[in-house]
Structure formats: C-alpha cells, structure tokens
C-alpha cells in the first residue's frame, strides 16, 4: 500500500509565494517520476511540472519561471515552489508518483488527495 500526502496550499494574495510538499510512503522500493497537476473549478486537470529521479525537470510554459520542482529521494518527497502566483493559478494541486513497490518489478502510479491553492487579494 502506497499514500501520497500533499500540504503546503492555502491562501495567498497575487504575487504571493507557497511551497507545496508531497511525501510518498509504503512498500516502496523505487520511485521513477514525480509530478504535480492541477485542476481549477469546471476545467480539466493539467500537467504543472514533472522531475525524474535523476533530476530533470519539465516545467509548462504557462509556470515557467514563476514554479520550481524539486525532489529529496531520500525523504520519497517532492516539492512544488510557486513564486509571482496569479489568480489563474488558483486549483486543487496533485501529485503523483510512478512507484516501483515490494515485491512487483513495474511501476504504478499513484496520486494523492490534492491540496487547494487559491489565489486572490
């Protein structure tokens, strides 16, 4: 068994800042690709970020330069930093996590329960 847990959303007003973190815990034994998305009110839930587990990233255009992902392997956690936010960020913002767990050799993946991000003045 396998849980996600994100924290880190809440309240901000334009222009503010907020970490988002996303802890994977269970029978793990290999963690591939991290990622976070996110999904506003009435649209469909969209790529925000990925980040193997060598490193690289692959940040969308629409956050570029404002978001940075990051990820400590030995915590099994990833990290979402968002600078400049604008009210068009506000959404429900999940992780997921491509999961190698005990004793299976292939990769699952596995979301969590997502955190609310709402940015407004």
């Known amino acids: 068994q396998v849980q996600l847990v994100e924290s880190g959303g809440g309240l901000v007003q334009p222009g503010g800042s907020l970490r988002l973190s996303c802890v994977a815990s269970?029978?793990?034994?290999?963690?591939?690709?991290m990622g976070w998305y996110r999904q506003a009110p009435g649209k469909q839930r969209e790529l925000v970020a990925t980040?193997?587990?060598?490193?690289?990233?692959n940040v969308v255009d629409s956050v570029k330069g404002r978001f940075t992902i990051s990820r400590d392997n030995a915590k099994n956690t990833v990290y979402l930093e968002m600078r400049s936010l604008k009210p068009e960020d506000t959404a429900v913002y999940y992780c997921?996590?491509?999961?190698?767990?005990?004793?299976?050799?292939?990769?699952?993946?596995?979301w969590g329960q997502g955190t609310q991000v709402t940015v407004s003045s």
């Open positions: 997921n996590a491509d999961i190698v767990t005990m004793p299976h050799t292939t990769s699952t993946r596995y």
């Open positions: 269970g029978s793990i034994f290999r963690i591939y690709v």
């Open positions: 980040i193997a587990s060598g490193g690289i990233t």
